[in-house]
């Protein structure tokens, strides 16, 4: 199993553009989330799904899109990217979120 | 609605000694999960423990254990025989049972240990 795979692993935008962050999981969770983070302020969720056709907003979901239209896929989408959105990402997973989350090894954006 | 603090930017400790981690929370939620979640240098987040709330006893495993105290909603983090591959950041997290998920994090703790 890859566990959690998010793609890519570095980013550089300019402000203004928009792009995908890939996250797919080959072990059949139904829960999936992104988050950021930035220092000294944790990981936020952005957006989470309870499966497939499901999505619903986190704590910080503004400038963000998702869509889960297969259980396995997850990805993120960045409408109009913005300085504030400088951060690093992470993808994650879990087949019963009482047990906890797998992540991904994270996506670092930089927005210029 | 849940919030989770942890009020030590850093800690440091020397190897072979013993570090405590502190971690707070509030929750609305009578059911819920605590996690402590180690994030070394490379980025990864890795689970170190988890504890359910319903459960008096303290979760331990290998040289990490807890202090969950309900009561007075703490919940720290106790690594024994501390190694150098233990330096990392360490989050403290919370979800409830009815909250479809969603995972909510501490600041993070950066440890240091000195060899």
């Known amino acids: 199993n890859a566990g959690v795979t998010q793609t890519p692993k570095f980013q550089v935008l300019k402000t203004g553009q928009s792009m995908t962050l890939q996250c797919a999981q080959d072990m059949n969770h139904e829960y999936m989330s992104w988050y950021r983070q930035d220092p000294g302020m944790g990981l936020r969720l952005i957006h989470y799904?309870?499966?497939?056709?499901?999505?619903d907003q986190g704590e910080v979901p503004n400038g963000y899109n998702v869509s889960r239209s297969t259980t396995e896929d997850f990805p993120l989408r960045l409408l109009s990217a913005a300085p504030s959105q400088t951060s690093v990402y992470f993808c994650?997973?879990?087949?019963?979120?009482?047990?906890?989350?797998?992540f991904g090894s994270g996506t670092r954006l930089t927005v210029v | 609605a849940q919030t989770v603090t942890q009020s030590q930017p850093e800690m440091s400790v020397q190897e072979a000694e013993t570090v405590t981690l502190s971690c707070t929370y509030d929750?609305?939620?009578?059911?819920?999960?605590l996690f402590w979640y180690k994030q070394p240098p490379s980025r990864q987040m890795i689970l170190v423990i988890r504890?359910?709330?319903?459960?008096?006893q303290n979760a331990t495993e290998n040289r990490f254990s807890v202090n969950f105290q309900k009561a007075a909603k703490s919940f720290s983090l106790k690594i024994s025989d501390s190694q150098l591959g233990d330096a990392a950041m360490y989050f403290c997290?919370?979800?409830?049972?009815?909250?479809?998920?969603?995972?909510?994090f501490g600041q993070g703790t950066i440890l240091t240990v000195h060899p």
């Open positions: 799904s309870v499966g497939a056709g499901i999505t």
């Open positions: 997290a919370s979800v409830g049972s009815t909250s479809y998920g969603k995972l909510t």
């Open positions: 994650a997973s879990s087949r019963d979120f009482l047990y906890g989350y797998t």
């Open positions: 504890q359910e709330a319903y459960k008096q």
């Open positions: 929750t609305s939620e009578s059911d819920y999960y």
